[in-house]
């Protein structure tokens, strides 16, 4: 085996002006919702100028549960057009689909083998899902699929990955794997961070404040759904839930409802909390919810606009995509040549290479 003294990752991947970040969203839903946008994508947008960027489409992790491919195939482009939207630029970003770059694959096969199957089963997701239908109801690719998300990200040597809270606990995994791949083999991954904004790391259920808001939410109500019609929006805000308190004030304990909706405010009109707890002070819930559906209006209906014009020029989409698995297979080739002869795997042949 080679030496442990640690080395510089080799393989043409020499270090980048900008700091690289990667991330990755699932396609499986018809359109983000507003803890996606607030949580993830707008970060991604505003990272442009700082760092050296790989977003992609996580289309391999959505069928680690039962899916129908028509609507995979119409999500997939949903979601590019979604970040275009968003603002993230091709022109400065990277944006592939995972499926494209066969890479991810092949790395996540070596890590599987690096992680144990206790520990694989351990990690929280797989845990609760499985508790939730019972172990023979679960997909293999649902335990993987941590170690597929770690190939995902160690493949681009990212300092920084953008995510929610939720996916703090794959992040560390990741750092594991990457850890324990360096200490069995040589030194060959960057630890990545996990890079998570504080303010809006969680929006939250506006009819179930104390429950994040998800697309598996119970009841469509508690959901704003970006692409959603915005007079359904602005109605789904006027009638969050809320206390039997009048008072305007960011109490996540106590008004968990209105907290939220402040952060939301916040994070959408640019203005401090405490700036608007004193505006409306006086005031009551029904002010306050009805700027707020302004303001979030004034932001999904232009969202709207450009993602249904973006859809409607797919071969536009299609060479985005084309671009951005060519720029993530320049970096990700590279990565894995180095992992196979690491590993001890035979070179490919020369015309390969
Ligand atoms: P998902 O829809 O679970 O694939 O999540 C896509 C991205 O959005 C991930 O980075 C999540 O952590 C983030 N995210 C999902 N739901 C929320 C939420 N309610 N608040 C903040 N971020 C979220
Ligand atoms: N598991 C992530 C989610 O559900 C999506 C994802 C897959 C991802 N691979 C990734 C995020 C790599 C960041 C980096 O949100």
Not at 236 to 243: G, L, N
Not at 287 to 304: E, I, N, S
């Given at each position: 085996?080679?030496?442990?003294t ?5 393989g043409?991947s020499a270090?980048a002006?900008?700091?690289?970040v990667?991330?990755g969203?699932?396609p ?5 919702h ?10 991604w ?12 489409i996580?289309n391999?992790?959505?069928?680690t549960v039962e ?6 195939l119409e999500r997939?482009?949903?979601s590019?057009?979604q ?8 022109a ?10 066969p890479?991810?694959s ?9 992680t ?6 351990r990690?929280t ?5 499985s508790a939730?239908v019972g172990e ?5 690719g649902?335990?993987?699929y941590p170690m597929?998300?770690a190939?995902?990200?160690l493949?681009y040597?990212p300092?920084?990955?953008?995510v929610?809270e939720d996916?703090r ?7 594991d794997?990457?850890q324990?791949?360096n200490?069995r083999f040589?030194k060959t ?9 504080k303010?809006?790391?969680k929006i939250?259920?506006?009819q179930?404040p104390?429950?994040?808001?998800s697309?598996s939410a119970s009841?469509?109500s508690?959901?704003i759904d ?6 359904i929006t602005a ?6 839930v ?7 004030r960011f109490?996540?304990?106590?008004k968990p409802g209105i907290a ?5 405010h ?6 401090e ?8 002070a006086g ?9 707020l559906a ?5 932001f999904?209906?232009p ?9 409607d ?5 299609q060479?985005?995509?084309a671009?951005?698995a ?12 180095d992992v ?14």
């Amino acid at each position: 085996m080679s030496s442990a003294t640690p080395a510089e990752p080799t393989g043409g991947s020499a270090p980048a002006a900008r700091p690289r970040v990667l991330s990755g969203i699932q396609p499986t839903s018809d359109t983000i919702h507003l803890g996606n946008y607030l949580g993830a994508v707008r970060q991604w947008a505003s990272l442009q100028e700082e760092f050296e960027p790989f977003f992609f489409i996580a289309n391999q992790h959505a069928i680690t549960v039962e899916h129908d491919p028509k609507k995979l195939l119409e999500r997939t482009y949903r979601s590019v057009a979604q970040l275009l939207a968003a603002g993230v630029d091709p022109a400065r970003s990277a944006i592939f689909v995972q499926s494209q770059v066969p890479e991810h694959s092949q790395l996540a096969w070596v890590l599987e083998c690096l992680t144990g199957f206790g520990e694989a089963r351990r990690m929280t997701q797989f845990k609760d899902k499985s508790a939730k239908v019972g172990e023979g109801a679960v997909s293999v690719g649902l335990l993987t699929y941590p170690m597929l998300m770690a190939a995902d990200i160690l493949l681009y040597r990212p300092q920084y990955v953008p995510v929610g809270e939720d996916q703090r606990q794959h992040l560390e995994l990741t750092r594991d794997l990457a850890q324990r791949f360096n200490h069995r083999f040589k030194k060959t991954f960057r630890l990545p961070e996990a890079y998570i904004p504080k303010s809006t790391a969680k929006i939250m259920d506006l009819q179930e404040p104390r429950a994040k808001m998800s697309k598996s939410a119970s009841s469509p109500s508690g959901l704003i759904d970006v692409l959603d019609d915005p007079k359904i929006t602005a109605k789904k805000i006027r009638s969050a839930v809320t206390d039997s308190d009048t008072v305007v004030r960011f109490d996540e304990e106590n008004k968990p409802g209105i907290a939220n909706l402040l952060r939301i405010h916040s994070a959408l009109s640019g203005e401090e909390i405490p700036a608007l707890e004193e505006r409306y002070a006086g005031q009551g819930y029904g002010q306050f919810k009805k700027d707020l559906a302004d303001v979030v209006v004034d932001f999904v209906a232009p969202f709207r606009e450009r993602t249904l014009a973006l859809l409607d020029d797919r071969a536009h989409l299609q060479q985005v995509m084309a671009k951005g698995a060519d720029q993530a297979r320049a970096v990700a080739s590279r990565t894995l040549a180095d992992v196979y002869d690491r590993v001890g795997f035979v070179a490919p042949p020369p015309e390969r290479r």
